[in-house]
């Protein structure tokens, strides 16, 4: 019968902080493939949207967010039925605004 040890404790530290180092590189990475696939599809004739939905009240966001779910739900819904109407990639906020890149 064999025993399986954990990895010990120092190393789990270090690879979890490399994998946060890592998290700015991976952002940057997701953001320009988005912008690419856009890019691709510019002229095909659908809109593309990319939100940012903003500070939510959520176990993520916290009781100190503006908004609850049931308030922000029905406002990206909206921005997003409307912006079907608009060929192209788009970065809107829950309200229709252009988030800047």
Request: charged residues 20%.
């Amino acid at each position: 019968m064999s025993i399986l040890f954990a990895e010990p404790f120092e190393d789990k530290i270090a690879q979890q902080l490399a994998l946060l180092a890592d998290f700015d590189a991976m952002y940057d990475l997701g953001k320009h493939e988005l912008r690419s696939f856009a890019a691709r599809d510019a002229d095909g004739g659908r809109a593309v949207v990319a939100m940012a939905p903003g500070w939510i009240r959520t176990a993520l966001g916290g009781d100190s967010a503006p908004f609850t779910m049931e308030e922000a739900i029905p406002m990206v819904a909206d921005t997003l039925l409307a912006a079907r109407a608009t060929p192209g990639m788009h970065y809107l906020d829950r309200f229709g605004a252009t988030v800047p890149w």
